[in-house]
């Protein structure tokens, strides 16, 4: 739903035609004249905008899922790109970022028919108290299986971008390790609750933010574009 709105917003590009020939038209004329041209694309924009907005703020959220137990939600992380879940194991905590692996990996989900939402991109963080490092997992998630992409030791404050595109050594090649090692790395965040069982909650988490970025997005625009 949410790709197909966006898709819809690239109506946008006829919006540049549009404002090119008005500039070009526009020069050695009065000043009115382009400000009259200016006015009148603002005004396409701003109704173009408010359309859009109308129509996804109509869009029924999906059913409402709870995250597995015994994962609890973060407050606050609809509105921040920090960790979504989080639990005890132990002495140890386990936090839950997740991200579209379209935007991660490029290519990945431009079928229209899939926007990308069945693929996941998990950064599982294993932290353990008085050590300044934690043991950092990134994953593809998929609604039936779920796979280590790399493990690495990070410092626990790095923020999940800095470990998608890390500043230093993260690690051998997962798939270059020996299929035991694999194995039992799987074995060690599957104990932890990490598995293929967090997707239901994540995809639906994901469409509520995507809803909730794209709505900003548009006020945010509009009000720009009205502001003098």
């Excluded at 709105?5 to 009065?30: E, F, P, Y």
């Excluded at 029924?60 to 899922?65: A, E, L, S």
């Excluded at 998929?142 to 690495?152: E, Q, T």
């Amino acid at each position: 739903m949410w790709r197909r709105a966006v898709m819809d917003s690239k109506a946008c590009q006829s919006w540049r035609l549009i404002a090119t020939r008005g500039a070009a038209a526009g020069n050695g004329k009065h000043p009115s004249t382009s400000a009259s041209a200016a006015a009148a694309v603002n005004s396409l924009l701003l109704r173009s905008l408010k359309e859009h907005y109308l129509e996804v703020s109509k869009m029924n959220p999906p059913p409402k899922v709870s995250p597995p137990s015994p994962f609890t939600i973060i407050k606050g992380a609809l509105d921040s790109n920090g960790p979504v879940l989080k639990r005890t194991y132990g002495k140890e905590e386990i936090s839950i970022f997740v991200m579209r692996l379209a935007n991660i990996i490029r290519g990945e989900g431009d079928d229209p028919e899939d926007d990308g939402i069945n693929q996941l991109f998990l950064h599982v963080d294993v932290s353990k108290p008085g050590q300044e490092d934690s043991l950092q997992f990134l994953c593809g998630l998929y609604p039936d299986a779920l796979g280590i992409h790399s493990v690495s030791m990070r410092p626990k404050d790095e923020s999940s971008l800095d470990v998608v595109a890390p500043s230093k050594y993260n690690g051998p090649v997962f798939q270059d390790l020996d299929e035991k090692m694999r194995d039992a790395f799987h074995s060690f965040i599957e104990e932890r609750g990490v598995n293929e069982s967090l997707f239901p909650f994540l995809q639906a988490w994901l469409y509520v933010k995507d809803h909730r970025n794209l709505l900003r997005w548009f006020k945010s625009v509009g009000t720009f574009i009205t502001e003098k």
